[in-house]
Structures are given as C-alpha cells and as structure tokens.
C-alpha cells in the first residue's frame, strides 16, 4: 500500500466517521425546516478533490451505505448520489480551480446529489418530484454549499492538494 493511498484511507476514516456522528448528533438542531446540511457529502466533496475521481466515488460509496445503515433510510439510497459527486469532483480536481469558481463547481455536485437523492426518494414518499425539488433539493443545495465553505475552511490544510 503505497503512502497517497493509505493517507487517504486515514483521512476518509477519521473525517468520514466524524461527518457521520456529527450528521447524526449536530445536524437535528441546526436544521432549518426541513432543510438540513449534508455533511457527510461535504466531506466526500472535499475527500474526492483531494484525493481523485476513484478514491472519491468509492468514498461516496462507502460513506453512504454507512450513513444509511445509521439512519432509517433504505440501505443504498444514499450511496448512489454520493459516489456519483464524489466522482465529478474527483473528476473536477484535475482542473486545478481555486476559488469562487471551485465552489461552483461544488454548487453543481450538491445540485445532483440532491436532485438525484430525492428523485429516488419520490417513489417512497407521497408527494410530487416538482415539489421536492423547490421545497427540498434547492433548500438542502443553498445549506449544504454554506457547510462546505465553513467546513472547507476548517479543514483546508489537512486536505491540501500538496499535502
């Protein structure tokens, strides 16, 4: 196991997990509505850029059926949309963007994961997919991009690219 990918399976742990428990604990009080942050797909955002397309959907991947065997989603509902943002800001990473043109990219990601995740979660629930999108993919997108530059700050240094 060469040193690139065991430092990225210890960040994904230790971020990863700690995404997962703060979803869990801090997320319920800080839910507006019903719009709540995403941070577990922060983190596989921010993992993914790090770390590259492979890494980062596999990341999703593994981050999603984790959060969804924690929760009381149906197991793989989450996993789907988060390996499949984590692969386009993997992808995204090879560009090299830095600044207000990276979050737009990350504004694009959380957009699809959302859109992706309750198109799945329309055939569950009973309400029409117009109106989760207005009442519930734009809300979560706005929220989540705000945890992703407050994350993002915190976490900068230890997710450098030339780390």
Known sequence: ???ELRY???MATLYGMGAIIL???LV????ISVSRPDLVLVMVLLLARRFGSASGSTIGFVLGIIQ???TAMPIGMSALPKAIAGYGAGKMSLFKFEGPFAYLWYILFIFVHEFI???LMHFKLDAGFPFLVYSRVF???IYTSVMLWIVHFFTARSLARDA
Not at 28 to 31: A, G, H, K, V
């Open 1 to 3: 196991m060469n040193q």
């Open 8 to 10: 990225a399976l210890i």
């Open 23 to 25: 979803q869990s604990l």
């Open 28 to 31: 319920p009080f800080i839910e």
């Open 68 to 70: 969804d065997a924690v």
């Open 117 to 119: 995740y309750y198109w």
């Open 139 to 141: 809300p979560n997108t």
